[in-house]
């Protein structure tokens, strides 16, 4: 089934209006009742780093176009995220849009954005990276996934995170920022404030909704001194 896309319009604070742009969200098909070969064949052949997104919950095959809102909200949420930890001096590793899939799990996808922060992860990380490493197996699960979701995701996602214990889930719904934190029983519960990242949502998503990113140099300025500001007073 396919999940009709529908126009968005992105809102901007006063003062800053670009003028308001009708944008579509993603596209998004299901295929129910196939096998983890066929997800793997298809996610060899289509790669990483296009507009395609896969995700695999062991039972059905989600296939996602994304649009050009989805990447520009995804492009915002790294640069915002980067400014606040090197403000604060948080060690991280970028894990970008790797596609996180194993066969003993039989489930897999790609993350719009991902980040390491436990610190054995990054040395682990590191020495794949420094090796040129294709192996899937070499790269251990992300602490922190981002997921752009304009519209509704049409498989159990979350369950695919939980395999892969990735702790902790943002979801950017274009409208509103959630994050999840991965619970004991494998069932991820939405929480107040993240472990990694010591920044309220609703400030995130000021800097995605309200402030005019169409001037992106002026709008990074702005960025620099919001998160510099962020640093506590010696």
């Not at 006063?14 to 996610?43: A, D, F, M, N, T």
Request: proline content about 6%; charged content about 25%; hydrophobic content about 40%.
């Amino acid at each position: 089934m396919v999940a009709t896309p529908r126009p968005m319009t992105l809102p901007v604070e006063s003062g800053h209006s670009p003028g308001l742009i009708p944008i579509p969200g993603e596209s998004r098909i299901v295929i129910r009742h196939i096998g983890w070969h066929v997800y793997k064949c298809l996610s060899e052949a289509i790669g990483e780093g296009r507009h395609v997104r896969l995700a695999y919950d062991g039972k059905a095959l989600e296939i996602m176009v994304t649009s050009y809102l989805h990447e520009h909200f995804k492009q915002l949420l790294n640069k915002v995220l980067a400014a606040v930890m090197l403000a604060l001096g948080i060690d991280h590793l970028d894990g970008g849009e790797t596609t996180w899939d194993t066969e003993e799990s039989e489930r897999g996808l790609q993350a719009d954005l991902s980040y390491y922060f436990d610190r054995e992860k990054i040395c682990v990380a590191r020495e794949a990276l420094a090796r040129q490493s294709q192996n899937p197996a070499d790269s251990p699960s992300p602490d922190l996934a981002v997921e752009i979701d304009i519209s509704r995701p049409k498989v159990d996602r979350p369950s695919i995170y939980a395999r892969r214990s990735v702790s902790e889930v943002w979801r950017f719904t274009g409208v509103t920022l959630v994050i999840e934190q991965l619970q004991g029983d494998g069932s991820y519960a939405v929480v107040q404030a993240s472990r990694f990242i010591p920044v309220p949502p609703a400030e995130i998503v000021r800097w995605l909704r309200a402030e005019d990113a169409t001037l992106r140099i002026a709008w990074g300025r702005r960025l620099q001194a919001w998160a510099a500001a962020l640093r506590p007073q010696v």
